[in-house]
């Protein structure tokens, strides 16, 4: 049981490179998560799903599309990399609770360090 | 709108003497309280939540954190801090499925 794992660890672009990073779970979690760690901001929702097929945005969804095609993946894509998105991305996942939305616990993965110059 | 503030950027405690990371928050309805931590170079691991019931919820690693109403606030405490407890500590607030987090706290533990 790997819980949730993401690929690369580490990546540096060019400004208006693309790339997608990609994550996986295999707790058979309902909801899955995107988000950016920058320092002294936390981490900011970019895309979350709630389920195979779905997606929506954020806090931060400018200048990433994600897709979940399957329900162990959700993947996150830069279409034209910006200095502005030099940022640690983690993923999560979660299992929808029964105390409310919003109650369960989200698991992480070990995130990707992006640097774009 | 919600939102969840850790007024303290770092707290340094030495080791053995008990610990307290303040949170405090503001949302709409019930609140759905966590605690992470991350470790350098680490995901976010959780240790902790509030959803309904005893105020004094036990968590992790020895970690307790007290939901007070009518202060709106969520404090990570522990008796006795150990320098392996060093590390970014985040609040956050469960609303419509999201986790909304705080900007996180640095505990430094010195022997």
């Known amino acids: 049981n790997a819980g949730v794992t993401q690929t690369p660890k580490f990546r540096v672009l060019k400004t208006g490179q693309s790339m997608t990073l990609l994550c996986a779970q295999d707790?058979?979690?309902?909801?899955m998560y995107w988000y950016r760690q920058d320092p002294g901001m936390g981490l900011r929702l970019i895309h979350y799903?709630?389920?195979?097929?779905?997606?929506a945005k954020g806090e931060v969804p400018d200048g990433y599309n994600v897709s979940r095609l399957k329900k162990q993946n959700f993947l996150l894509g830069l279409e034209s990399a910006a200095p502005s998105q030099t940022s640690v991305y983690f993923c999560?996942?979660?299992?929808?609770?029964?105390?409310?939305?919003?109650?369960?616990?989200?698991?992480f993965g070990p995130g990707t360090r992006l640097t774009v110059l | 709108a919600q939102s969840v503030a850790q007024p303290e950027d770092q707290v340094n405690v030495a080791e053995g003497n008990p610990l307290t990371v303040k949170c405090t928050y503001s949302?709409?309805?019930?609140?759905?309280l966590f605690w992470y931590v991350q470790y350098p170079n680490r995901g976010l691991q959780f240790l902790l939540k509030?959803?309904?019931?005893?105020?004094l919820v036990k968590g992790s690693y020895g970690f307790e954190a007290e939901f007070n109403k009518s202060q709106t606030s969520f404090h990570l405490k522990k008796p006795s801090a150990l320098v392996s407890d060093s590390a970014l500590y985040f609040c956050?607030?469960?609303?419509?499925?999201?986790?909304?987090f705080g900007q996180g706290t640095t505990l430094q533990v010195k022997p």
């Open positions: 956050a607030v469960g609303n419509t499925g999201k986790l909304i």
């Open positions: 509030y959803i309904t019931g005893d105020n």
């Open positions: 999560a996942s979660s299992l929808p609770g029964t105390s409310g939305w919003g109650a369960d616990t989200q698991y």
């Open positions: 799903s709630v389920g195979e097929g779905t997606t």
């Open positions: 949302v709409s309805g019930n609140p759905y």
């Open positions: 707790m058979n979690h309902e909801y």
